[in-house]
């Protein structure tokens, strides 16, 4: 068995890193304004960079972008000043592909024959290597290193008349899985990929014809503007908003959704809905289920905090034992802070986190975690709260064993990396030093979600970082643009 390296940083480098968050808004006083908050309640998807693109009449496109967090970016007045306009879209940054650069930082932003276009784009497009060297080929000049520039130069050669018509041109060419808004001077647009794998919420801002319509990745990012949830945009659907209201179209046929599991069990706020189902309530019910089915004697239920601290509070419930914050997050531990030496970086586990020994101290801890990548991190909580006097420490992770990497937008390490894809449970616990390990089984997963099990023909999620059941082809991956066999039997086709 291949022991973990000890030089590895401190979690930078363990765990699923969120993708992006996009809001917009149409018709909407200080519109910039209310797209800083929607991002600042976006910020766990994306802490690299942010950017806001504001319409004013008659089509003035004004654009602010910077590397950071929101509130650092659009903190300064004049800024803000600058985002003049009743209409705006923005973007949080995570880098899922390209380099951290302001040239990569969206909404990017293109002058076509129908005038001015801002696209904001959260996913991952699948064949974007591919579509990248044709539109080269054509003599595209690409600005950035972003596959979402690919939509811009996608539109940009198409040959129909209307900027509508040209985004579904666009969109039927790329595969993968995309939340986008876009602003031009006669609509906001929002659009989710076929499966729906990343979310995309509808708003309502004040009521009647002087009402707001918002686009945002995730609910919470609608109750700090005060808009009202009217619905998810949903899977494969194209919503048009202008000042004659609110236009649907579906130019893509029917398809199994396949919404990523993984939003309810780290990337979602946990006060957001997504896909009707509250993400707080399902992280506790998971939670239960990780109870029901692998309990083991203990005096207290420890959650690593933020993400598991619902799943931990719904294990000790079911349970029966006491929940205790035995770990205590440090949250204001900046991205830049680990020195590079192999002494501070061994120190990193006391950066984030530290254990809370009177609640440990002698005691039976269960450990209650999101998920095991690398296993890096969770060999470091383990060994800490073993330090701080624990007597024995049972790992219990919300979800599956992940065992492939995710090519639709969240942030992955290679498959020969993930502890899972390479050790069985009992070499895991081993590896991260704990005197038992166990994930919730992916039928628990599904019955949290309200669904007897995972339905193999029809899932209704995407889960294949537990399953490899990749719903989207893998084009640049593979070479070969084929669906799943499984999604193609299930449709039909
Ligand atoms: Fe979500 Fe995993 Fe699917 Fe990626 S592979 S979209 S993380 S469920």
């Known amino acids: 068995m291949q022991p973990l390296p000890s030089t590895q940083p401190w979690d930078e480098d363990d765990g699923f890193h969120e993708e992006c968050g996009v809001f917009g808004v149409w018709n909407a006083t200080d519109a910039a304004a209310l797209t800083a908050l929607g991002l600042h309640a976006l910020q766990h998807r994306g802490q690299e960079a942010s950017g806001i693109v504001a319409l004013s009449e008659p089509s003035n496109f004004n654009a602010h972008r910077g590397l950071g967090l929101v509130g650092d970016i659009f903190g300064d007045a004049k800024v803000m000043a600058s985002l003049k306009g009743r209409c705006a879209v923005g973007h949080n940054r995570y880098a899922t592909t390209g380099e951290t650069a302001l040239r990569n930082v969206q909404p990017l932003f293109a002058d076509f024959e129908f005038g001015g276009l801002a696209v904001a784009h959260n996913g991952n497009l699948t064949n974007a290597a591919q ?20 939509f811009v130069h996608l539109i940009a050669i198409s040959l129909y008349s209307n900027v509508v ?35 995309l919420v509808l708003g309502r801002l004040g009521a009647g014809e002087g009402g707001a319509y918002v686009l945002a990745s995730e609910t919470c990012a609608l109750d700090i503007v005060g808009a009202e949830f009217v619905r998810d945009v949903e899977a494969g659907e194209i919503v048009i908003i202008n000042n004659d209201g609110l236009r649907s179209i579906k130019p893509f046929g029917r398809s199994q959704s396949r919404f990523c599991i993984f939003e309810y069990i780290y990337f979602a706020r946990p006060d957001s809905v997504v896909e009707g189902t509250p993400v707080y309530e399902t992280r506790k019910r998971i939670g239960s289920e990780l109870a029901r089915e692998s309990h083991v004697a203990a005096d207290v239920v420890v959650p690593v905090p933020d993400s598991g601290v619902p799943a931990a ?73 073993r330090q701080a006097g624990a007597k024995e420490v049972h790992m219990r992770i919300s979800s599956p064993p992940t065992t492939h990497s995710c090519f639709y937008g969240i942030d992955t390490p290679e498959r020969e ?43 209704g999620y995407c889960d294949a970082c537990f399953t490899g059941d990749y719903a989207i082809p893998l084009t640049d991956l593979t070479g070969h643009p084929e669906r799943a066999p499984a999604l193609l039997a299930a449709n039909g086709q």
């Not at 985004?167 to 647009?189: C, E, P, R, W």
């Open 131 to 150: 579509l990248k060297r044709a539109l080269v080929r054509r003599g595209c000049l690409f600005q950035s290193t972003t596959d979402s520039e690919v």
């Open 165 to 199: 018509d040209r985004l579904i041109d666009a969109l039927k060419q790329v595969q993968g899985a995309y939340s986008l808004v876009a602003l031009h001077d006669g609509a906001l647009i929002g659009a989710r990929d076929p499966l729906g794998v990343r979310p």
């Open 313 to 385: 509070m719904g294990y000790a419930s079911e349970a029966g034992i006491p929940f205790e914050l035995g770990i205590i997050r440090n949250h204001y531990v900046g991205r830049t802070f680990i020195e590079p030496t192999d002494q501070i970086r061994h120190l990193g586990v006391k950066l984030k986190h530290s254990a809370n020994r009177p609640m440990i101290e002698g005691r039976r801890v269960i450990l209650v975690d999101d998920s095991i990548v690398r296993g890096t991190t969770s060999k470091k909580i383990v060994e800490m709260v």
């Open 417 to 459: 990396k993930l502890l899972a894809a390479n050790h069985d449970v009992a070499e895991m616990a081993q590896i991260i030093g704990a005197d038992s390990l166990a994930f919730i089984s992916l039928d628990g997963m599904y019955r949290a979600l309200g669904r007897p099990g995972r339905d193999a023909a029809n899932p």
